[in-house]
């Protein structure tokens, strides 16, 4: 095998990347050198550059292992499977608010196997991804979650109870999940110390760890009937129905998409739609429904509509015109009134 110079150390550890990846059960610290052409002190280092690289490496034995759920084989996209994931790397961008070097990898590697006409957008989605700042604890604990997720391995995070305490929870990842609610990505799993399925917000997480004990995914959960109940990624109580009335020209806006699952069209009075959901409690359906402002009526359960209405007088007694704060110039009407964002998808 060819040797490397003292200047090519970038494209060595490259080399040692390949060779590891290719070699499942790993290859021992002496084989490693004599493959690249250095000694095996040299060799050492350059593994440990492939660790702080994030690239997940460990000793199995005598043999240096790179951990197997780690690469994806690379495949060949048709023009509207491109399109498909420019679109997806699209609603990516608008789901995150922070630089993340994994995802902006990801998707450089994408683009040099989609077509030219579908390549240029999805580098300059990565540029503008790249351009905001970075949060390394946001992307140790992404990662960490993603690999035991993948290896089946149980996970010791840091997290904030209802007593704003942090704490260590033992926890079997299930599923990652984003949202659009809030720019944040949640990982939904079983939380030993419980017993049941909870949904964790990744932001919230200020370490993990993976440990040594596994699980198994029980193979009837199914994450989309899981979240199906959800308004969006929170179990936050019983299946609530809620019943909404919508005026026009909201009502047509309404009429377009299908927000949930559950959801229920008939027609209202005077050109208005009623809308009926069961949602597995109603704070994520809240800020929702005021983003359509005077455009909906909730007409049941009635603490939903007491809440809405309560907000409602909040909102305007702060912002009404005897408020002693110093008046704002008035925004420019949006080119849709009553066009709030969407839910997060609940399909994985």
Do not use: C
């Amino acid at each position: 095998m060819g040797s490397f110079e003292k200047g090519d150390r970038g494209a060595r550890i490259l080399k040692i990347q390949t060779l590891l990846q290719g070699n499942p059960r790993g290859l021992t610290l002496g084989e490693i050198a004599r493959r690249t052409g250095v000694n095996p002190r040299t060799t050492y280092r350059d593994i440990r550059a492939l660790e702080a690289m994030n690239v997940p490496v460990f000793e199995d034995g005598a043999r240096i292992v790179v951990d197997p759920n780690y690469f994806v084989a690379p495949v060949k996209f048709t023009l509207p499977e491109a399109m498909a994931l420019l679109m997806g790397v699209r609603l990516m961008h608008r789901a995150t608010d922070e630089a993340n070097p994994d995802v902006a990898d990801a998707f450089t590697k994408l683009a040099a196997v989609l077509p030219p006409a579908v390549a240029p957008y999805v580098h300059a989605t990565v540029r503008q991804m790249e351009a905001r700042p970075p949060n390394p604890t946001y992307r140790q604990v992404l990662q960490t979650i993603a690999l035991s997720w993948a290896g089946n391995r149980v996970v010791r995070i840091w997290y904030p109870g209802g007593d704003q305490q942090v704490k260590p929870r033992l926890i079997e990842p299930y599923f990652l999940e984003p949202s659009l609610i809030g720019h944040s990505s949640y990982v939904v799993a079983r939380d030993r110390g419980i017993g049941q399925m909870r949904t964790f917000k990744l932001e919230r997480i200020s370490r993990a760890e993976q440990t040594g004990d596994g699980y198994e995914i029980p193979g009837e959960f199914d994450v989309n009937q899981y979240l199906a109940g959800a308004w969006g990624i929170f179990h936050s109580g019983e299946p609530t129905v809620v019943s909404l009335r919508f005026y026009p020209p909201a009502a047509a806006r309404v009429s377009e998409s299908i927000w949930h699952p559950s959801q229920q069209l008939r027609p209202g009075p005077n050109g208005a739609v009623d809308m009926t959901v069961t949602v597995t409690g109603t704070i994520e359906i809240t800020p929702w429904i005021l983003g359509w402002g005077e455009a909906v009526e909730v007409m049941a359960p009635v603490e939903l509509r007491a809440n809405i209405a309560a907000i409602g007088e909040k909102m305007a007694d702060r912002n009404g015109a005897g408020s002693d704060r110093p008046r704002l110039r008035p925004a420019a009407p949006s080119r849709t009134p009553g066009k709030p964002s969407r839910p997060s998808a609940r399909r994985a």
